[in-house]
């Protein structure tokens, strides 16, 4: 089983990462081939290089970047999850609020981005709400719509075992909207990514508290496109690393009862 | 024109630019809004129709510039020139470097960096003789120099631009320890209503804004401090210097021509930026332009309007060398060209 499973794995990898590698050998020998201003295009080799020789200024804006996404997205787990049952409990309570959560989809972030700097503390406090902002959305409508996706007949068997609301709420709507939540946090995650980098981008701190958006800002501003395609590289790895953790949970979660985690 | 090679190259770039996402910064997006006076876009009467790409948006520090547009003397050279207005983030070096425009406004330590790296950038005239990047803070902060501003406690939060190399500068000389340091949007909300915050400015234009706005402040300059590079110079391409010579000494003394009327009299030009989508009031910009005249006209080894000294870019290209922010000293004789007033 375990063979069979390591075997799944490789199965999986090897094809991404034949593509990457290829992909990576063709810029690798285009650069080479072509010697273009150094301002315009770098080879794959000059990013390794300079990523390795700056690798502590590197690590340390990934991991604030990384720090502020896993607040936001933590925070859009709970607050979306919980405002999406909320909405389900009523058509009225939906029909009054969910237009509001659209706008939260609607507004761009480096709009809202200057006034959190004026009410909060830049850097990861708020570059954290950045974060929060951008993947909420999601969250909310997946839950909402997994809940409501609940069959009726369902429902009504709790009710003629006398079922109080919270338990069919515990025990039924949440339980079953779990697949729909997890598609929501999957999105969600690759979301915080995006809206803790872009955050950093106006609400971001130039000291200890830099992110991989100031790295990105300055590369760009110094034209030193080794630096900047690091950082975009390492701001990739971490939005794989938050869809992984999601996907990992989902296994775990339903593996045993849901047909989207069962094995091939 | 660039080479097809090069050509393929700024492809492969675009594409993997948009699959890294955007990098711009937010702020104020660039204007495409012309200068030229009606009448004169174009190559309208035989004219060669120029483009200058300014790095922030009209306002008195590029006053020389809608002047010459604006009296016509771009056009008495034979050049029809555009301008177009620029914002926070815009790279004009890298536009110039590809041939997307002939002529733009970049800081001289970006010309350094960007030479670098292959970019074949020359420096033509030197806007200001003496930097006015500097920070301000709130009077009433007790604030007395720019090295208070970091280590006296008195200042909570300083906004400055990441990337440009005054910041490393400040950083090494004083420490980033004691305040916590965020990205200037290009606003005045932030400081405004804090008293222990200091923002990045030019020591003539935003402390005006403020002071109109009822708050007084005190301004401390870098060049003072011992950072003074030529912060707003005109430059082109190698390639474009070397094939239209003529239009480039043409251009660089209209530019010459236009900074002299402006220094004697900018309001006419003043009322012509408020047309040009100029942020800045007209009261400010007339204030603004008393108070740059020294930074323009300079010292007396400035011999003329424009000039730049290979002392300067040297020191320059030393504090650079030495802040990290080059790894090496380039040959600065290659970075700017003096065309002489005649």
Partial sequence: MTARRVRDFAARLVPPLCAAVALLGMWELWVRWTNPPRFLLCAPSEIVRDAMARAGELGAATWNTAVAVAWGFALSAVVGIAVGVLLSSSRLLERALYPFTVILQTVPLVAIAPMLVIWLRAGVQAVSVCAFIVSLFPVITNTLSGVRSI???????????????????????LPGAVPSIMAGLRIAAGLAVIGAVVGEFVAGELGAERGLGIVVVVAARQGELPMLFAAVALASVLGIAMVGAVNMAAYFLMYRWHVSERPD | MIKPIVRGTVWIALLLSVALGACGKGGKKSEDSTATPAGSAGSAGGSRAVTLQLNWTPEPEFGGFYAAAHDHLYEREGLAVSIKAGGAGVQTWKMVATGAVPFAIAEAGEILRARLKDADLVALYAVYQTSPQALMVHKASGVTSLGEIFTSGKIKRVAMESGLPYVKFVQKRYGFDKVEVVQHGGNLTLFLNDPTMAQQCFAFAEPLSAKEKGVEVSVFSTADAGFNPYLAVVITS?????????????????????????????????????????????????????????????????????????????????????????????????????????
């Fill in chain 1, 151 to 173: 069959p009726q007949p369902q429902v009504e068997l709790f009710w003629l075992y006398g079922a109080r609301p919270w338990a069919v709420l515990t025990k039924l709507k």
């Fill in chain 2, 238 to 342: 190698g390639k474009y210097l070397a094939d239209h010579r003529a239009d480039v000494e043409a251009f660089v003394r209209a530019t010459r021509a236009g900074w002299k009327a402006y220094l004697d009299d900018a309001r006419p030009t003043n009322d012509y930026l408020k047309t040009q989508q100029a942020t800045m009031t007209i009261p400010a910009m007339n204030a603004a332009a008393d108070l740059q005249k020294p930074y323009v006209v300079g010292d007396e080894k400035t011999r003329y309007l424009g000039y730049m000294s290979e002392e300067r870019w040297k020191t320059l290209a030393d504090q650079l060398h030495e802040l990290g922010e080059i790894d090496q000293v380039p040959d600065v004789t290659k970075a700017f060209v003096n065309i002489e007033s005649k």
